[in-house]
């Protein structure tokens, strides 16, 4: 089992910033690729980010590219998101997840464990 809690988010205006955190307990967190998704009301799950065990390898979803990084520390048992020029749609409910996987995964059904979530609102 693998423990994910979120924190981070918060209200910020259009433009601004914020960094999501995923602290990881239970099983060695090293040996998960990661994953950001997030929800919007109404909406179905969509990914934005992953990572690879070692850090190595990211992948993005267009729609945040160029404005969000993905990055961990296995040492301290912690994945990232930092979100930079954000936008009104990138409003959401945003959830860590980890999948025991060395191929990234874009899709929901591949991760193994997750977060209960993070609100991130984004005002105009």
């Known amino acids: 089992q693998v423990q994910l809690v979120e924190s981070g988010g918060g209200l910020v205006q259009a433009g601004g910033s914020l960094r999501l955190s995923c602290a990881a307990s239970?099983?060695?967190?090293?040996?998960?690729?990661m994953g950001w998704f997030r929800q919007a009301p109404g909406k179905e799950r969509e990914f934005v980010a992953n990572?690879?065990?070692?850090?190595?390898?990211?992948y993005y979803a267009d729609s945040v590219k160029g404005r969000f990084t993905i990055s961990r520390d296995n040492a301290k048992n912690t994945l990232y998101l930092q979100m930079n020029s954000l936008k009104p749609e990138d409003t959401a409910v945003y959830y860590c997840?980890?999948?025991?996987?060395?191929?990234?995964?874009?899709?929901?059904?591949?991760?193994?464990?997750w977060g209960q979530g993070t609100q991130v609102t984004v005002s105009s």
């Open positions: 997840a980890a999948a025991r996987t060395i191929v990234l995964i874009t899709t929901p059904v591949g991760y193994d464990y």
């Open positions: 239970g099983r060695t967190f090293g040996n998960y690729a």
């Open positions: 990572i690879n065990w070692i850090g190595g390898s990211t």
